[in-house]
C-alpha cells in the first residue's frame, strides 16, 4: 500500500515519523514523508502555556487528514487533546520510549547544582517539581529544539535543562543524559500516536499492526485522568500507569508551578477510564482543582 506520512519538520518529529514509517516499510508498504506546518512550530517567542489553545502541534496535521492529502499523522502523544476528533482514529500506539524526565547539565545531578543555578524547561509540570525539590534553582521558560536547548548547556547559557528522555533516545542523544529524574511525567509522555481518517478501513488495519495493547492500556488511564481534570498538555499535571499483574497501577499529581502544593494519588485496577476517573476524583477531593484554576 502507498502511504503519504504527514509530519510536523522538527528534527525529533521527522525522527519520530521515520521511525514509524521503516516499520510500515518493513512491512511492505510504501511510505513518503510530507512536512506540515503547525501553529506551535511558528509561534516560537512565548512559552507553551501562554499560546494557549488545544491542538497547538496537531491541528493542522489532522486538517491534512481530513483533506486526504495525507493518509496517517504521527504525533506525540501527550500533545494531542484527549477530546475525540471528529472524523478520525488513532489507529495505533506503538511501544512505549522511555517516560522519564531526563535533566542535561555538564556533568552535575540535579540535586549537585549550585544554588541560584539557572534550569531551563518549557513545561509548567517541570517547573513545578523542579521548585518543589530545589526551590533555590532560576528556573527559565525554554522554547525551541532539542539541538537548540542542547546547545544552551554546551555555551554555558543554562547550567542545565530538563527533557523527555525519550525524545533525547530517538534522537541517537541518550549519551547526553546526565540523569533520568525520578519526577512524575506528563500524561503519555514517551508514547506516539498514529492518526488516521476513521473512514479509511484499509489503512486503520494497516497501522494496527504497530499497535502495543499494554502501552494504549497505560495511556489511556492516564490521559482520562488529565481529560477529567480538565488539563491540557501545559497543565502541572504529572500522571503515570503501569502493569501490576493483570491490572494496572496509576499513580498522579497535580502541582503548583510555585512549587508550594502538591496532591497526589494512586490507585490499582482494571479497566484504564474507570482508573483515570477514581484518581482524577481522588486529587480533586484534595484540591487539584483549585491549584489548575491558579496556574
Do not use: Y
Not at 19 to 45: M, P, S
Amino acid at each position: 500500500m502507498k502511504l503519504v506520512l504527514g509530519t510536523r519538520g522538527s528534527q525529533l518529529a521527522r525522527a519520530q515519523s521515520t521511525l514509524i514509517a521503516d516499520l510500515l516499510r518493513g512491512r511492505g508498504h510504501e511510505v513518503t514523508l510530507t512536512i506540515i506546518e503547525t501553529r506551535g512550530d511558528k509561534e516560537t517567542d512565548r512559552p507553551v502555556p501562554e499560546i494557549g489553545g488545544k491542538g497547538l502541534f496537531t491541528l493542522e496535521l489532522e486538517e491534512a487528514l481530513r483533506a486526504g492529502r495525507i493518509d496517517l499523522a504521527v504525533h506525540s502523544l501527550k500533545d494531542l487533546p484527549t477530546e475525540d476528533a471528529p472524523g478520525l482514529v488513532v489507529a495505533a500506539v506503538p511501544l512505549r520510549e522511555d517516560w522519564h524526565d531526563a535533566l542535561v547539565s555538564k556533568g552535575k545531578k540535579l540535586m549537585d547544582l549550585p544554588r541560584g543555578a539557572r534550569v531551563g524547561t518549557a513545561s509548567l509540570r517541570r517547573q513545578a517539581l523542579l521548585r518543589r525539590r530545589r526551590p533555590d534553582l532560576d528556573i527559565v521558560p525554554l522554547r525551541g529544539n532539542v539541538d537548540t536547548r542542547l546547545r544552551r548547556v554546551r555555551e554555558g547559557a543554562l547550567d542545565a535543562i530538563v527533557l523527555a528522555a525519550a525524545g533525547l533516545n530517538r534522537l541517537g542523544r541518550g549519551g547526553e543524559i546526565t540523569e533520568l529524574l525520578d519526577f512524575l511525567p506528563a500524561p503519555a509522555q514517551g508514547a506516539l500516536a498514529i492518526q488516521a481518517s476513521a473512514g479509511r478501513a484499509e489503512i486503520v488495519a494497516a497501522l494496527h499492526a504497530l499497535h502495543d495493547e499494554t502501552t494504549s492500556r497505560c495511556v489511556h488511564a492516564e490521559r482520562e485522568l488529565l481529560h477529567l481534570l480538565g488539563g491540557g498538555c501545559s497543565v502541572p499535571v504529572g500522571a503515570l500507569c503501569v502493569p501490576d499483574g493483570h491490572h494496572l497501577k496509576l499513580r498522579a499529581l497535580v502541582a503548583a508551578t510555585d512549587g508550594s502544593r502538591i496532591v497526589e494519588g494512586e490507585g490499582v485496577g482494571g479497566d484504564p477510564g474507570a482508573l483515570g476517573a477514581v484518581i482524577a476524583a481522588r486529587l480533586k477531593e484534595e484540591g487539584a482543582q483549585e491549584i489548575l484554576g491558579a496556574s
